[in-house]
């Protein structure tokens, strides 16, 4: 696990402001949303294919650029009932490792159980029928609702 890096964060392991990077970790492709820890507020930024691995990389050095966040958010998959672990979480780990070594910046983890389920009925929701539009989309929503979900368990660890 990196450095700084668990499972669940308190207010006290963060700044009280500063801008946050919460991914949705995929084989195929990572959501990404930004947050900010003082409004406490999510939003989907971009899709970036995994593969190459250095293309993904460099995609998200451009965004750490652009955006200066304070600390990364992964969402880690974990089994519907608690037990064991998931087939991807390895995975996710691994990500997370690369990304606290490559970039020096503090790695905190969030469940992401159901957030790709979740993602998708919020898009039907907002009126994108077709599956091609919402996979479009999907997963920077999802890693919205995971960065989401942390921001909200940090808000409810500080009060």
């Known amino acids: 696990m990196p450095e700084g890096a668990s499972p ?30 003082e409004t406490g507020l999510a939003s989907p930024l971009a899709t970036i294919a995994f593969e190459p691995a250095a293309a993904c ?34 995975r996710c780990r691994r990500f997370a490792n690369q990304l606290h070594g490559r ?17 998708d009925r919020s898009l039907r929701g907002a009126g994108v029928r077709h599956w091609r539009e919402r996979k479009k989309k999907l997963d920077s929503v999802a890693a919205q609702l995971i960065l989401q979900n942390f921001l909200d368990t940090l808000r409810h660890a500080a009060s």
């Open 8 to 37: 669940t964060a308190t207010q006290s392991t963060l700044p009280p402001r500063g801008c946050l990077l919460g991914f949705d970790f995929g084989l195929a492709r990572i959501g990404v949303a930004t947050g900010e820890i």
């Open 57 to 90: 990389f460099a995609a998200i050095a451009r965004l750490i650029e652009e955006w200066q966040p304070v600390a990364l958010v992964v969402g880690l998959p974990r089994p519907l009932d608690g037990e064991g672990e998931h087939a991807l979480e390895p």
């Open 103 to 119: 970039f020096h910046l503090p790695v905190r983890f969030a469940d992401e159980r159901l957030s790709s389920d979740e993602a």
